[in-house]
């Protein structure tokens, strides 16, 4: 069984026994509602597990319902970019070029993962592109947020800007990822990705000769 085939089947293992651990807690509300009343479902084992791997910010916003299924999976996406990059220490030009065209075989990653780091490189370079131009630290907040996990409070203070736009900036950061990523279509892309141009103010930096 290879590295990626035992990782998946513990992932299974542990969405079932967080479903059973979720449905047994269902069953107790359900017979405890005969006698208070109406419960709120507990939720199915992969909405435990996504709430259990995301901590704040990302839970913080799950419980607000500021973002959703597809935020998340966005998320996951990046987390799964940034896991398979690290730990091979740097991208060589030549694997990236295997990754850019979509070739297995010889790609080090499946093609799961291949096309995470495929999307993540190019997302990082349009919001890497804008720290330059105009000081926009997009990047900064979704890197603050999907990966070191700092609490928003945190991250606004590194960024220093308020609370209210550093939450509008993670919520924006993630959803122009999925919209970069396809993972919307149609309008619904076209909105997120312009929403999160507007964020910050996009001053051009200044500049010395």
């Given at each position: 069984m290879s590295r990626s085939q035992a990782t998946f089947a513990k992932m299974q293992r542990e969405i079932r026994k967080a479903e059973a651990v979720a449905h047994e807690a269902n069953l107790k509300k359900l017979r405890a509602q005969e006698i208070t009343g109406p419960v709120q479902?507990?939720?199915?084992?992969q909405t435990i597990l996504k709430l259990?791997?995301?901590q704040p910010p990302l839970r913080t916003l799950v419980e607000a319902k500021k973002i959703g299924a597809v935020e998340l999976a966005a998320a996951d996406q990046i987390a799964q970019a940034v896991t398979a990059v690290c730990s091979r220490g740097h991208l060589a030009a030549a694997m990236l070029e295997?990754?850019?065209?979509?070739r297995q075989?010889?790609?080090?990653?499946p093609a799961e993962i291949a096309l995470a780091v495929r999307n993540y490189q190019h997302w990082q370079n349009h919001w890497s592109d804008e720290w330059k131009r105009t000081r926009n630290p997009m990047m900064q907040v979704v890197w603050s947020a999907v990966i070191d996990e700092h609490p928003i409070s945190v991250i606004a203070n590194d960024i220093g800007y308020g609370r209210t736009r550093t939450s509008r900036a993670i919520i924006c950061g993630i959803r122009h990822y999925a919209a970069w990523a396809n993972m919307v279509v149609g309008i619904q892309r076209a909105a997120w990705i312009a929403a999160a141009q507007q964020v910050f103010n996009r001053t051009a930096a200044a500049t010395t000769n």
């Amino acid at each position: 069984m290879s590295r990626s085939q035992a990782t998946f089947a513990k992932m299974q293992r542990e969405i079932r026994k967080a479903e059973a651990v979720a449905h047994e807690a269902n069953l107790k509300k359900l017979r405890a509602q005969e006698i208070t009343g109406p419960v709120q479902d507990s939720g199915t084992g992969q909405t435990i597990l996504k709430l259990q791997r995301h901590q704040p910010p990302l839970r913080t916003l799950v419980e607000a319902k500021k973002i959703g299924a597809v935020e998340l999976a966005a998320a996951d996406q990046i987390a799964q970019a940034v896991t398979a990059v690290c730990s091979r220490g740097h991208l060589a030009a030549a694997m990236l070029e295997r990754v850019a065209h979509g070739r297995q075989g010889d790609n080090p990653w499946p093609a799961e993962i291949a096309l995470a780091v495929r999307n993540y490189q190019h997302w990082q370079n349009h919001w890497s592109d804008e720290w330059k131009r105009t000081r926009n630290p997009m990047m900064q907040v979704v890197w603050s947020a999907v990966i070191d996990e700092h609490p928003i409070s945190v991250i606004a203070n590194d960024i220093g800007y308020g609370r209210t736009r550093t939450s509008r900036a993670i919520i924006c950061g993630i959803r122009h990822y999925a919209a970069w990523a396809n993972m919307v279509v149609g309008i619904q892309r076209a909105a997120w990705i312009a929403a999160a141009q507007q964020v910050f103010n996009r001053t051009a930096a200044a500049t010395t000769n």
